[in-house]
């Protein structure tokens, strides 16, 4: 595994193959992959923490879903990556949603967990909300933190996964309060993309009780994507918002057939 930092943006770069980019949600980092990885195997997996996220936190000014897409883009200049398999997690599937609907030449395909096009009006005005909590400091964080996890995981996974909730518990913890007001600012700023022009495979994956990504909208969203080269929804069970953390081996299953299905193509 390799290390670096372009443009004091934290890269990792791992194993060889057909390039694959994963890109995190609000209070995720590259490690919301990590159990994905498996399933990655023979890839050239390129996972970045966005500006304003895990170890890219120091990043300053204004954060948007365009400067999030023009720091990927700039990521794949640099390593020369011309084409990707793009995977994106919940704020992270707006971005990926952009690539593929603007950069179609650079979209091998598109594997969105707790998927939505753009936040209802009602999530903006909570995530300006959360914003202003999260500048509170510590004690905000930690408010916000324990309101997540009752919202975003399912009851099952908090019932009977412990180590998932220890993982979603730190990695919201371990956000500076600024820079996570900051990417909670940019999420209710998030402009929808034209996802009818999206032309590579897409496949989407919610949970059952995912109130971000409810299989309703999920479905509806992939109604929408009538110029994909295909197009699959998977929901899972007693699964809440965090997939690829609450159902790795789920995720890992239909990420693994996803792929496999491009390869033989």
């Known amino acids: 595994m390799a290390f670096q930092t372009i443009d004091r943006v934290a890269v990792e770069e791992e194993g060889e193959g057909p390039a694959v980019v994963c890109v995190h949600g609000l209070g995720g980092s590259a490690n919301t992959f990590t159990p994905l990885m498996p399933a990655l195997a023979r890839h050239r997996v390129i996972r970045v923490d966005l500006p304003g996220s895990g170890r890219s936190q120091r990043a300053e000014g204004e954060l948007s879903i365009a ?151 999920v479905r509806a969203m992939a109604d929408r994507l009538h110029n994909a080269a295909s197009k699959r929804v998977v929901v899972l069970p007693r699964c809440g918002h965090w997939t690829p953390i609450e159902r790795p081996e789920e995720c890992q299953r239909e990420l693994r057939e996803f792929l496999a299905t491009i390869a033989r193509r």
Do not use: N
């Not at 005005?125 to 905000?140: H, I, N, P, Q, S």
């Not at 994956?205 to 309703?216: L, R």
């Open 67 to 217: 400067r999030y897409v023009e720091t990927l883009l700039r990521v794949c200049e640099r390593l020369q990556v011309e084409r990707a398999h793009w995977i994106g997690h919940s704020m992270g599937t707006i971005v990926c949603q952009h690539i593929a609907a603007d950069h179609p030449k650079r979209t091998a395909s598109v594997a969105l967990f707790g998927p939505l096009i753009a936040p209802p009006d009602a999530a903006r005005r909570a995530m300006k909300a959360r914003a202003a909590k999260a500048r509170e400091g510590a004690a905000g964080m930690q408010e916000i933190v324990q309101g997540l996890l009752q919202a975003a995981i399912s009851a099952d996974t908090r019932q009977h996964l412990p180590l998932a909730v220890a993982y979603v518990r730190e990695s919201l913890m371990r956000q500076e309060g600024e820079a996570y007001a900051r990417s909670c600012e940019a999420l209710a700023a998030a402009p929808a993309a034209a996802v009818e022009r999206i032309e590579a495979p897409v496949l989407l994956v919610t949970g059952d009780e995912d109130g971000v990504a409810p299989p309703q909208a």
